[in-house]
T-cell receptor, first 113, second 113 residues
Framework: EAGVAQSPRYKIIEKRQSVAFWCNPISGHATLYWYQQILGQGPKLLIQFQNNGVVDDSQLPKDRFSAERLKGVDSTLKIQPAKLEDSAVYLC???????????FGAGTRLSVL | DQQVKQNSPSLSVQEGRISILNCDYTNSMFDYFLWYKKYPAEGPTFLISISSIKDKNEDGRFTVFLNKSAKHLSLHIVPSQPGDSAVYFCATRGVDSSYKLIFGSGTRLLVRP
């Protein structure tokens, strides 16, 4: 069974530029999550989708971050404009349902210079 | 404020000995706890979980203990192997309807041959 796919693996941008990350969850998984992991910290949930609806985006900085999950399958996370403090690993995870174990992708490491 | 705390950033253990990783939480309403393991350049992978109706759960070399009165859980690895060297994250499932995971900051385990 294929795991959670994320791209790109690495991205380097300058502050105020825009960036987008892509995630393809495990087939059939209804719930999709985006996490931000800053160096030395644990993953922090940014947004959670159930199919193509948003369940929780309480920790998403909505002035600069946006995410969508069209058709309830793959998802994109965008940052516009990026700040230095956005440097982190962005992890995508999926699960069959909200109470199930979450499976993580390898993440996208973002460096904002 | 951190709801899940892992106060030891790192731990070094000799191969064959026991590794004990600790985790504290603040909210007595949390009822489900998980441990994830993370290797460099990979996403976290689920290791073991425990429900608050239990005080112990075992899976091979891995055992998780839960002390609800102390709001404390620990992960025991016996015997430790060099391949266990990784970052271990403690997490709890939130009590709101999203069931989102709340992670600790992680403990880096090094098992010396």
């Amino acid at each position: 069974e294929a795991g959670v796919a994320q791209s790109p693996r690495y991205k380097i941008i300058e502050k105020r530029q825009s960036v987008a990350f892509w995630c393809n969850p495990i087939s059939g998984h209804a719930t999709l999550y985006w996490y931000q992991q800053i160096l030395g910290q644990g993953p922090k949930l940014l947004i959670q989708f159930q199919n193509n609806g948003v369940v929780d985006d309480s920790q998403l900085p909505k002035d600069r971050f946006s995410a969508e999950r069209l058709k309830g399958v793959d998802s994109t996370l965008k940052i516009q404009p990026a700040k230095l403090e956005d440097s982190a690993v962005y992890l995508c995870a999926s699960s069959p349902g909200q109470k199930n174990i979450q499976y993580f992708g390898a993440g996208t490491r973002l460096s904002v210079l | 404020d951190q709801q899940v705390k892992q106060n030891s950033p790192s731990l070094s253990v000799q191969e064959g000995r026991i590794s004990i990783l600790n985790c504290d939480y603040t909210n007595s309403m949390f009822d489900y706890f998980l441990w994830y393991k993370k290797y460099p350049a990979e996403g976290p992978t689920f290791l073991i979980s425990i429900s608050s109706i239990k005080d112990k759960n075992e899976d091979g070399r891995f055992t998780v203990f839960l002390n609800k009165s102390a709001k404390h859980l620990s992960l025991h690895i016996v015997p430790s192997q060099p391949g266990d060297s990784a970052v271990y994250f403690c997490a709890t499932r939130g009590v709101d309807s999203s069931y989102k995971l709340i992670f600790g900051s992680g403990t880096r385990l090094l098992v010396r041959p």
